[in-house]
């Protein structure tokens, strides 16, 4: 009987000892929810990671297991499980930056950690920032500061959007059908101080990520708190000055607003004044209606214009015509403005799964007048155009994920749906004179386009590897109703496409992953075009592959490396000055990437990106086959230094080589290298800055094009490279005051 007790007794205290399923939250010192921190159980190798409200579930805890919890940016804690019952709340503490704290975590997006240690390292402080902080990504304005900036990545002249998807807190930022390219994404409408993180991914091998994701995608992810409110002003040459103000409305355990506003004005280095002006309002809430139920609202309302000197022909320059600053037709520029509304409905159904919503609505404005060949179509009046539309987007996302525990593997089911709609008023290309009189109206219309996405994948945990099978399809409603035909019609045109993506990781370690990324990604024609030109491919499919690792050789190093490759059925560049579209064939690229981040002191960081790309055109002949203004080899390297005192600074350099400006490469776009500096000091309350752009003035042209134009003293247009002048040396200082 004795014996008998005994046992029961050891059997129900082996079953209390029995490893369980254990869940968590993750806050920082303000109890402000941690996301994407890295749970690893070191008796066992299991992990898991927090989600937006800081909460994490982790399978086949033991009594007596170690875990540890790391984040960039703050301390690694490691904690001893004494009680399965209890729900684990971690406070993980602020320290300055340390690369020995970054752990590889065995997830598909796991490359946000290079922008992760920027971010810290340099925060985003300007809207040319913004886009720069994606390694291997430049940018250009040619357009007087107002206009969406021209996008390079992987060998591809984006134009302002079209192979690339780029979202803010999930709200899409690409016009489909725009009325100047295909894709335009200007980003302007975002404060750059909200920034919090940024996710992005090359390649089209992402499950939720639909239309213009050929070159990869960008995620924007805005604070969801202030850590204090605080104005900011900043004043610099050329009559710039900048007023940000943010302050906190609410802030506790559960529910969090703020509002941020900002004020921009320039007249930039031009002997035409650019007049620029940009005014931003932003407000968030977000907040617990319950343990399980998560609510937030973001507002935001911008507006912008301008005055451009435009493009300028080398010839003009060379013969003394004009300065580099000059300009043949300074009465360019425009207006734009965008009002966004977006709801979070964040849903937790158990511990095992989750529903996350968005609904979103936006109204936007925009006016471009524009003048690219001078006199070359009308020799009396000139040739500037107008491009003009009235667009509201109306849409919603719903992402739901379900995790699971086997015997030998573990993981998780994810689908989702979207439904996007663009409503486009007026849009409008007409040649105009002097930004006021009509001359013909070459385009004018109504479009209505839709797009459904759906999609279904799933991740598996096996040991040490990673397998995310996936598949997408996009269904596409095409109208267009032109005003310039005589009688009402509306022309319509409907297309699907499925897009198969499968990746592979393995995580030997927590200091290495190895990944082999394949699928499927397109991007959509403009609607005028599909609509009238039946023989034009509609969702033209990208194929690609990435294969490289993530490695931390040393503790306190970093390495990104791929060789990548993709296939494009159909490159086009819808030219909306002229309301035509250029289809170029089929084109391939391939490339290599390296990201490097080293601190070899505790208060310096070294960053360096570099890529080379091969890109040519299938069907051309040898010699012929250049895809213009495609960069081969782009260069960032920079040295961050923070010190505990309050000090802080950074000087950076981009390069970009020379590239091809046509097909034969007869014409060549000259590359750069441009420094800039930035150096400050932060106390308690006061910070103060300067930011140099073009440390060494520089002659460099931010933007470049092969054009046929003619000026109005020539008889015949004449085909060479027209450009924007980059900034030349520029300073301004900066003020905060935190409270």
Same mark, same amino acid.
């Given at each position: 009987? *004795?014996?008998?007790?005994?046992?029961?007794?050891?059997?129900?205290?082996?079953?209390?000892?029995?490893?369980?399923?254990?869940?968590?939250?993750?806050v920082?010192?303000?109890?402000?929810p941690?996301?994407?921190?890295?749970?690893?159980?070191?008796?066992?190798?299991?992990?898991s990671?927090?989600?937006?409200?800081?909460?994490?579930?982790?399978?086949?805890?033991?009594?007596?297991?170690?875990?540890?919890?790391?984040?960039?940016?703050?301390?690694?804690?490691?904690?001893?499980?004494?009680? /399965?019952?209890n729900?684990?709340?971690?406070?993980?503490?602020?320290?300055?930056?340390? /690369?020995?704290?970054?752990?590889?975590?065995?997830?598909?997006?796991?490359?946000?950690i290079?922008?992760?240690?920027?971010?810290?390292?340099?925060?985003?402080?300007?809207?040319?920032?913004?886009?720069?902080?994606?390694?291997?990504?430049f940018?250009?304005?040619?357009?007087?500061?107002?206009?969406?900036?021209?996008?390079?990545?992987?060998?591809?002249?984006?134009?302002?959007?079209?192979?690339?998807?780029?979202?803010v807190?999930?709200l899409?930022?690409?016009?489909?059908?725009?009325?100047?390219?295909?894709?335009?994404?200007?980003?302007?409408?975002?404060?750059?101080?909200?920034?919090?993180?940024?996710?992005f991914?090359?390649?089209?091998?992402?499950?939720?990520?639909?239309?213009?994701?050929?070159?990869?995608?960008?995620?924007?992810?805005?604070?969801?708190? /202030?850590?204090?409110?605080?104005?900011? #002003?900043?004043?610099?040459?050329?009559?710039?000055?900048?007023?940000?103000?943010?302050?906190?409305?609410?802030?506790?355990n559960?529910?969090?607003?703020?509002?941020?506003?900002?004020?921009l004005?320039?007249?930039?280095?031009?002997?035409?004044?650019?007049?620029?002006? !940009?005014?931003?309002?932003?407000?968030?809430?977000?907040?617990?209606?319950?343990? *399980?139920?998560? /609510?937030?609202?973001?507002?935001?309302?911008?507006?912008?214009?301008?005055?451009?000197?435009?493009?300028?022909?080398?010839?003009?320059?060379?013969?003394?015509?004009?300065?580099?600053?000059?300009?043949?037709?300074?009465?360019?520029?425009g207006?734009?403005?965008?009002?966004?509304?977006?709801?979070?409905?964040?849903?937790?159904?158990?511990e095992?799964?989750?529903?996350?919503?968005?609904?979103?609505?936006?109204?936007?404005?925009?006016e471009?007048?524009?003048?690219?060949?001078?006199?070359?179509?009308?020799?009396?009046?000139?040739?500037?155009?107008?491009?003009?539309?009235?667009?509201?987007?109306?849409?919603?996302?719903?992402?739901?994920?379900?995790?699971?525990?086997?015997? *030998?593997?573990?993981?998780?089911?994810?689908?989702?749906?979207?439904?996007r709609?663009d409503?486009?008023?007026?849009?409008?290309?007409?040649?105009?004179?002097?930004?006021?009189?009509?001359?013909?109206?070459?385009?004018?219309?109504?479009?209505?386009?839709?797009?459904?996405?759906?999609? #279904?994948?799933?991740?598996?945990?096996?040991?040490?590897?990673?397998f995310?099978?996936?598949?997408?399809?996009?269904?596409?409603?095409?109208?267009?109703?032109?005003?310039?035909?005589?009688?009402?019609?509306?022309?319509?045109?409907?297309?699907?496409?499925?897009?198969?993506?499968?990746?592979?990781?393995?995580?030997?370690?927590?200091?290495?992953q190895?990944?082999? *990324?394949t699928?499927?990604?397109?991007h959509s024609?403009?609607?005028?075009?599909v609509?009238?030109?039946?023989?034009?491919?509609?969702?033209?499919?990208?194929?690609?592959?990435?294969?490289?690792?993530?490695?931390?050789?040393?503790?306190?190093?970093?390495?990104?490396?791929?060789?990548?490759?993709?296939?494009?059925?159909?490159?086009?560049?819808?030219?909306?000055?002229?309301?035509?579209?250029?289809?170029?064939?089929?084109?391939?690229?391939?490339?290599?990437?390296?990201?490097?981040?080293?601190?070899?002191?505790?208060?310096?960081?070294?960053?360096?990106?570099?890529?080379?790309?091969?890109? !040519?055109?299938?069907?051309?002949?040898?010699?012929?086959?250049?895809?213009?203004?495609?960069?081969?080899?782009?260069?960032?390297?920079?040295?961050?230094?923070?010190?505990?005192?309050?000090?802080?600074?950074?000087?950076?350099?981009?390069?970009?080589?020379?590239?091809?400006?046509?097909?034969?490469?007869?014409?060549?776009?000259?590359?750069?290298?441009?420094?800039?500096?930035?150096?400050?000091?932060?106390?308690?309350?006061?910070?103060?800055?300067?930011?140099?752009?073009?440390?060494?003035?520089?002659?460099?042209?931010?933007?470049?094009?092969a054009?046929?134009?003619?000026?109005?003293?020539?008889?015949?247009?004449?085909?060479?490279?027209?450009?924007?002048?980059?900034?030349?040396?520029?300073?301004?200082?900066?003020?905060q005051?935190?409270?």
């Amino acid at each position: 009987m *004795k014996f008998f007790f005994l046992t029961s007794l050891f059997l129900l205290f082996s079953c209390l000892l029995k490893a369980q399923t254990i869940t968590g939250k993750i806050v920082d010192e303000k109890q402000k929810p941690i996301q994407e921190a890295y749970i690893l159980n070191k008796s066992t190798d299991k992990h898991s990671h927090s989600n937006e409200n800081g909460d994490f579930t982790l399978e086949n805890v033991s009594i007596g297991d170690i875990i540890q919890v790391s984040f960039v940016g703050y301390q690694t804690q490691q904690i001893e499980i004494k009680n /399965l019952s209890n729900t684990l709340y971690i406070i993980l503490i602020e320290k300055a930056i340390n /690369l020995d704290e970054i752990v590889i975590s065995p997830k598909i997006n796991a490359l946000h950690i290079i922008t992760d240690i920027d971010i810290q390292t340099n925060p985003v402080n300007s809207s040319q920032d913004v886009l720069r902080k994606v390694p291997g990504l430049f940018i250009g304005q040619h357009a007087g500061g107002g206009k969406a900036e021209q996008i390079f990545l992987r060998g591809f002249d984006i134009d302002h959007g079209t192979d690339i998807n780029i979202t803010v807190d999930g709200l899409p930022v690409n016009m489909a059908s725009h009325a100047h390219g295909q894709g335009y994404a200007d980003l302007h409408f975002v404060i750059p101080e909200t920034i919090e993180r940024i996710d992005f991914g090359k390649g089209p091998y992402y499950q939720n990520k639909g239309n213009f994701t050929t070159a990869g995608y960008v995620d924007f992810m805005t604070k969801e708190r /202030l850590d204090q409110s605080f104005i900011k #002003l900043e004043s610099g040459q050329f009559d710039t000055y900048r007023l940000l103000g943010m302050f906190n409305l609410i802030n506790s355990n559960k529910h969090n607003a703020y509002i941020a506003s900002e004020f921009l004005s320039s007249d930039g280095p031009f002997e035409s004044p650019q007049n620029f002006n !940009r005014t931003n309002l932003f407000g968030k809430y977000s907040g617990y209606l319950t343990s *399980k139920d998560r /609510l937030g609202v973001t507002i935001s309302h911008f507006d912008s214009k301008w005055d451009a000197s435009g493009q300028v022909p080398q010839r003009a320059v060379d013969s003394g015509l004009i300065s580099r600053f000059g300009s043949i037709d300074d009465t360019e520029g425009g207006n734009t403005s965008r009002n966004n509304v977006l709801v979070n409905y964040d849903k937790t159904i158990d511990e095992n799964t989750t529903i996350r919503n968005k609904v979103y609505m936006s109204q936007y404005d925009f006016e471009l007048y524009s003048n690219f060949t001078f006199f070359l179509e009308d020799p009396i009046n000139g040739d500037q155009i107008k491009q003009k539309e009235n667009r509201i987007i109306y849409g919603f996302n719903s992402d739901y994920e379900k995790s699971f525990l086997k015997e *030998k593997f573990k993981g998780s089911w994810q689908a989702g749906i979207s439904l996007r709609n663009d409503q486009s008023k007026s849009v409008e290309l007409s040649h105009t004179l002097n930004r006021t009189e009509v001359l013909e109206q070459i385009q004018l219309g109504n479009i209505n386009e839709t797009n459904l996405g759906a999609y #279904l994948g799933i991740t598996i945990d096996v040991n040490k590897w990673t397998f995310n099978p996936s598949v997408r399809i996009d269904y596409f409603n095409f109208q267009y109703n032109d005003a310039l035909l005589t009688t009402y019609k509306t022309q319509e045109e409907t297309k699907a496409i499925v897009s198969p993506k499968f990746n592979i990781l393995y995580n030997p370690s927590e200091q290495l992953q190895l990944y082999l *990324k394949t699928g499927k990604g397109f991007h959509s024609n403009d609607t005028r075009v599909v609509v009238t030109e039946q023989d034009k491919k509609t969702l033209p499919a990208a194929y690609g592959f990435d294969l490289g690792y993530i490695w931390k050789p040393t503790p306190k190093m970093v390495v990104n490396m791929a060789y990548w490759y993709l296939y494009l059925a159909q490159e086009f560049v819808y030219v909306g000055d002229a309301g035509i579209v250029e289809p170029s064939g089929k084109t391939r690229r391939q490339g290599i990437d390296l990201s490097y981040r080293y601190q070899p002191t505790n208060w310096l960081f070294w960053n360096l990106d570099a890529n080379y790309t091969y890109a !040519r055109s299938i069907d051309e002949p040898k010699g012929e086959d250049y895809i213009p203004l495609a960069p081969d080899f782009t260069l960032v390297s920079g040295l961050n230094f923070i010190f505990k005192s309050g000090l802080y600074g950074s000087i950076n350099a981009r390069h970009l080589a020379d590239r091809p400006a046509n097909e034969d490469n007869s014409i060549v776009a000259k590359g750069y290298t441009v420094t800039d500096f930035n150096a400050g000091y932060k106390w308690e309350k006061i910070s103060l800055g300067i930011q140099i752009q073009n440390l060494f003035d520089v002659e460099w042209n931010e933007t470049q094009f092969a054009t046929e134009s003619r000026l109005q003293s020539e008889s015949q247009p004449v085909e060479e490279i027209h450009f924007t002048p980059g900034t030349p040396f520029f300073i301004k200082a900066m003020i905060q005051y935190n409270f």
